[in-house]
């Protein structure tokens, strides 16, 4: 775990901010995936499962997720995160550390709501899934990983914009998703 003084200062995240506006726009890689089968367990497979039922299959969130339909279901709207590395890169200068932003696929993407309105589909490997609403905001566990200044800086107006923290989807298509496999825009 990183001390309050090996994290970026806002000033010097928001300095950096043309490097993360320069994510490619309309097809990316996937860097890393994350499977998490309990609180703060991290698995790094080199493939999962995407499922409309389970988000990635194996992870924790569709049981433990309080956004769930009536019936019980996982709400479509955040069965599976998605992070910019650009943003980790900057944050931890580490990439041993990404996976404690705990979200399922760490991408080279431009995720922001500019190129990619709720609605936007996007294939990564054999799957479809679709840009969902729900905001992905950074949070307290975000800011004990990565620092109250990266909290501030991903929940800044800007931040929020370019979507910092990240975004949802949800799967339209079931399929198999691989480390390296492109994503990209249909």
């Known amino acids: 775990m990183h001390t309050s003084e090996e994290f970026p200062a806002e000033a010097e995240l928001f300095s950096r901010l043309d490097y993360l506006r320069a994510a490619p726009k309309d097809a990316g890689r996937v860097h890393l995936l994350v499977r998490r089968p309990a609180t703060d367990q991290r698995e790094l497979p080199g493939e999962v499962q995407f499922t409309a039922e389970d988000g990635v299959v194996g992870d924790r969130w569709a049981k433990t997720c309080s956004r769930k339909l009536p019936s019980g279901a996982l709400n479509p709207d955040s069965q599976i995160t998605i992070t910019g590395t650009r943003l980790l890169e900057l944050l931890t200068g580490d990439r041993d550390c990404w996976p404690l932003a705990g979200d399922n696929l760490m ?80």
């Open 107 to 186: 991408v080279d993407l431009d995720l922001s709501e500019a190129n990619l309105p709720a609605g936007q589909r996007l294939r990564i490997g054999d799957a479809v899934v679709e840009v969902t609403p729900h905001p992905h905001l950074g949070c307290a566990k975000f800011s004990r990983r990565f620092g109250p200044d990266a909290l501030r800086f991903v929940n800044s107006e800007e931040g929020k914009t370019l979507r910092l923290r990240g975004l949802h989807v949800m799967v339209v298509t079931g399929g198999r998703v691989r480390l390296d496999d492109v994503v990209t825009k249909i």
